[in-house]
């Protein structure tokens, strides 16, 4: 009989060891997509370093730098081409990474004093089109200028930019894609005829819903950041990792199969919790202090061991973000970058990779 309980209690302490040590459904990285001159680069980086790493999902910032066909009027300066887009295809698919495209939709259509190349093609689309770009930008301002966003209730708008979603999933051959939707500062503005006096977490779910019921009609799913879905008041998170502007409500008007990057820099807050209690798929998302990764890590994986038989899928891993160029990332990564170009990220991600494959 005591043998008998012993080996049941061993194998309970083995089959919890082999669960502890599951890796992360995602292990992620998300990037601006390598310029031309470094795509072979880059292609032999994921060959010999992201994937020995353990990545296993990698997004791409393509924007507007793609030598779009559906288009042309919206390619921005140096882009990439289908043949450069097809060598990040065939490495991810050799070592089965999931690779997905990103471009920025409703928010962040500007940045500083410059439009970015949507509202610069197409002017009407502009929630603040008297808000003018100033020579010389600074924050805070006036205007309250962040970054630009499109009028989501324009009858014309959705018609450009899903010509622009299909064609860089297509050339991607992607089953998901991440379409931003952060920092969203701009939104049912009083300058708009169409959205103002309007609920703005309605707005806001209301473009997600929509974003995502035309991707489901090619079984895409969509990603998004989450902080314009997390109450910046109440919790104190603020202005920036979350909303002040009242469309954190969207969190029970989205679509449950919309998947969030939950994004903190500064500090490991606990908002993933959020996110999986409403029924939503969460990323955990760090940026350059290692030692936020790493707590957002032990938080991220205390979740998962806590959490009920319902909520633990939903915390689905964690993703580096990199806010610089693939090329500094690369050389940071590789200890080649000098002290001018190091990238924090690299050195943030190194930290996740060593307790990911330990």
């Keep these: 009989m005591k043998k008998a309980v012993f080996t049941f209690a061993l194998f309970c302490f083995l089959l919890n060891s082999i669960c502890a040590e599951e890796p992360y459904k995602v292990r992620g990285l998300c ?5 031309p001159e470094v795509i072979d ?64 939709l409703l928010g962040h259509q500007s940045w500083a004093g410059t439009p970015g190349k949507l509202l610069e ?48 999933v297509e050339v991607f051959e992607a089953d998901a894609f991440h379409a931003g939707m952060d920092e969203v500062f701009y939104i049912g503005h009083e300058q708009c005829s169409r959205c103002y006096g309007l609920d703005k ?25 989450g902080d314009r879905l997390i109450d910046g008041k109440t919790t104190g998170i603020g202005l920036w990792e979350a909303s002040f502007n009242n469309t954190h409500k969207a969190i029970d008007l989205i679509s449950k199969d919309v998947v969030i990057c939950d994004w903190h820099y500064e500090a490991s807050h606990p908002t993933v919790a959020l996110f999986a209690a409403k029924g939503l798929t969460v990323v955990t998302c760090p940026w350059r202090k290692s030692d936020v990764a790493l707590e957002q890590d032990k938080m991220t994986r205390s979740f998962i061991k806590n ?32 002290e001018r170009r190091k990238d924090a990220s690299a050195d943030c991600f190194k930290s996740l990779v060593s307790v990911w494959n330990n």
């Design 31 to 35: 990037i601006a997509a390598p310029t």
């Design 41 to 104: 680069e880059f292609v032999d980086f994921i060959d010999n370093t992201l994937a020995p790493d353990g990545v296993n999902t990698l997004i791409l910032r393509v924007d507007y730098g793609y030598e779009y066909k559906s288009h042309p009027e919206l390619v921005g300066g140096n882009p990439l081409k289908e043949t450069d887009v097809k060598k990040l295809v065939t490495i991810c698919k050799k070592h089965n990474i999931r690779l997905m495209p990103q471009v920025n």
């Design 307 to 338: 959490a009920s038989n319902e909520m633990k899928p939903r915390y689905a891993g964690m993703m580096q973000t990199v806010w610089g160029s693939a090329k500094g990332f690369m050389d940071s990564y590789n200890g080649t970058a000098n």
């Design 201 to 225: 977490a309605e707005l806001f779910a209301g473009e997600v819903n929509k974003i995502r019921d035309h991707l489901k009609k090619t079984e895409t799913e969509l990603w998004i950041w």
């Design 121 to 168: 093609v197409y002017p009407e689309f502009d929630e603040t089109p008297e808000v003018e770009f100033p020579e010389k930008y600074e924050w805070p301002n006036d205007d309250g200028l962040y970054c630009k966003s499109y009028c989501p209730l324009h009858p014309e708008v959705h018609k450009v930019v899903f010509d622009i979603v299909d064609e860089i």
